[in-house]
């Protein structure tokens, strides 16, 4: 499973746009990249899960270049309850497959 | 989607006691997964349970220090035996519905607190 890299903290104001950085440069060409979205005292959620190019959704969108060896959760006009940690997961997903977490992003939304 | 609920919510346990965690789905899963969750950290898996057949351990976690019965296909249970300060943790379940396990769904944990 490719190992992935983040920051460790961000910080934000309420109605900018967040982007946080994924690297993953030993990705291999079955592997997807997936967002989770954590709360204090609350399991992760799944936000989004893309292979290359772009996807969006009602909540977020990512960001993954040619080379796919990062990618970017783009989370547009955050509000105070974007406060959360945020996974980048990188694996091969089909039947039998598991999540590895790595140590998330700590956003912290001020107003 | 699945609701997923953990009894109990939060514990305090003596060390050398054990505590069994409850997850209960409201469909049927084929593959349940329990996470450990160390206070500021992230989350380490312990275990798949796939009904029917035996628990498999990730590197570091043994059965008889976490003992997992998987009865039916909406229900496990997480055992954590003989604890000591260090188990102090909050446990998860989490569910794949897709079959992909990219979108898995998690329960709230269970906070447990060894001392």
């Known amino acids: 499973l490719a190992k992935t890299t983040q920051p460790i903290s961000m910080d934000s104001y309420e109605g900018q746009e967040v982007n946080i950085t994924c690297s993953h440069n030993n990705i291999a060409t079955n592997d997807y990249i997936t967002w989770y979205q954590q709360f204090p005292s609350q399991g992760p959620r799944f936000i989004i899960q893309?292979?290359?190019t772009k996807v969006t959704n009602e909540v977020a969108s990512l960001f993954i270049p040619a080379d796919r060896k990062s990618s970017t959760l783009s989370l547009p006009r955050v509000s105070l309850s974007d406060t959360a940690v945020y996974y980048c997961?990188?694996?091969?997903?089909?039947?039998?497959?598991?999540?590895?977490f790595g140590q998330g992003t700590e956003l912290s939304v001020k107003p | 989607s699945a609701v997923i609920s953990q009894k109990p919510s939060r514990d305090i346990c003596q060390r050398g006691t054990s505590l069994t965690i409850q997850c209960q789905v409201d469909s049927q899963v084929t593959m349940m997964f329990w996470y450990r969750q160390q206070p500021g950290q992230s989350l380490t898996l312990i275990a798949t349970?796939?009904?029917?057949?035996?628990?498999?351990?990730e590197s570091g976690f043994v059965i008889d220090k976490f003992p997992i019965s998987r009865p039916n296909l909406t229900f496990s249970t997480l055992t954590v035996s003989n604890m000591s300060p260090e188990d102090s943790s909050i446990y998860l379940c989490s569910v794949d519905l897709s079959g992909s396990n990219y979108e898995q769904y998690f329960g709230p944990g269970t906070r447990l607190t060894v001392t």
């Open positions: 997961l990188v694996g091969v997903y089909n039947q039998g497959g598991k999540l590895i």
């Open positions: 349970a796939n009904q029917g057949s035996e628990a498999t351990y």
């Open positions: 893309g292979y290359k």
